[in-house]
């Protein structure tokens, strides 16, 4: 298995992956799969491989049919490097832990999307048992679910632009602040 980041090929190869097998539950794209792997590894509890590798495809109930085995073998190979990847910069090179966000272009601007990172973050949050969580870390964890949960979308559209790229900067140390005092505790 190789080590290190994805490169931009393979992330797109994973995108096309995950696109063609996925399903309205589903882990849709790279972004969201980064997420979903920057909790399980930052939450309280570990979570085993059998957990959380079927909720990527929405239940076991949606497992691919892999069209060749070497699709199954490098799938499965790059996301245990990019899951690697993301432990070694949380817990080696926090200073280059930035999430996979995406980005979306609209008349001539690009803009930052962060909203499938933090959905699949907080499917990472709903495997494993965060209620241990000190309270310390909820405001943390808020700065995620604000962009990670439909509930909060209302909310999110009453903000002016200042505030809503203030709350976009926000999530990469907050993810980080998870990490690493998740150990403290």
């Not at 700065?143 to 002016?160: M, N, P, Q, W, Y």
Request: aromatic share 10%; hydrophobic share 40%; charged share 25%.
């Amino acid at each position: 298995m190789q080590q290190g980041p994805l490169t931009e090929e393979e992330l797109e190869w994973l995108d096309d992956i995950l696109t063609k097998y996925g399903n309205d539950e589903s882990v849709l794209d790279a972004s969201e799969l980064d997420g979903l792997f920057t909790a399980i590894l930052s939450g309280p509890t570990l979570v085993e491989p059998q957990v959380w590798l079927p909720l990527i495809w929405g239940g076991e109930e949606h497992d691919p049919d892999w069209e060749t085995e070497e699709e199954f073998e490098r799938f499965m190979d790059l996301i245990a490097q990019h899951m690697n990847d993301i432990a070694d910069r949380l817990n080696e090179y926090p200073d280059q832990f930035e999430p996979l966000f995406g980005t979306r272009e609209v008349e001539g601007q690009e803009f930052t999307v962060v909203e499938e990172w933090c959905f699949g973050y907080m499917k990472g949050v709903a495997l494993g048992d965060w209620s241990r969580l000190h309270p310390s870390l909820h405001p943390a964890l808020q700065v995620i679910a604000l962009h990670g949960k439909e509930e909060h979308f209302a909310e999110l559209d009453t903000f002016s632009p200042d505030e809503y790229e203030q709350s976009i900067a926000a999530i990469r140390p907050a993810a980080l602040s998870l990490h690493q005092k998740r150990q403290l505790h």
